[in-house]
């Protein structure tokens, strides 16, 4: 079994930083894992993604630039830097994990472990 507790949102004012934490705990080795957030009246959107066994990562093109996705293996860990944050990216933000369905990191259907959520608020 896998859990995923999120923590690190916040108010924030336009232009300011935030930084997320994921920890993990169960088998995660070799999953992968995925940030996506939820607005009000939208559908939930991919963030950024990150495996635990390989440097590569990827990000959605309205936070190329401005967020940072990286992982402490030893602490089951992963974060999102948040910089430059605008008032379009408040939201709620949840980790989650895949274990198989790596191909379609960017589409929420592909993820089977989800935190409970973080809410993120960027005020002008």
């Known amino acids: 079994q896998v859990r995923l507790v999120e923590s690190g949102g916040g108010l924030v004012q336009a232009g300011g930083s935030l930084r997320l934490s994921c920890a993990a705990s169960?088998?995660?080795?070799?999953?992968?894992m995925g940030w996506f957030c939820k607005a009000p009246g939208k559908s939930r959107e991919f963030v950024a993604a990150?495996?635990?066994?390989?440097?590569?990562?990827s990000y959605a093109d309205s936070v190329k630039g401005r967020f940072t996705i990286s992982r402490d293996n030893a602490e089951n860990t992963i974060y999102l830097q948040m910089n430059n944050l605008k008032p379009e990216d408040t939201a709620v933000y949840s980790c989650?994990?895949?274990?198989?369905?790596?191909?379609?990191?960017?589409?929420?259907?592909?993820?089977?472990?989800w935190g409970q959520g973080t809410q993120v608020t960027v005020s002008s």
């Open positions: 989650a994990l895949t274990t198989t369905n790596y191909a379609n990191y960017y589409n929420p259907s592909a993820y089977n472990y």
């Open positions: 990150i495996r635990w066994s390989d440097p590569n990562t």
């Open positions: 169960g088998r995660t080795f070799s999953s992968m």
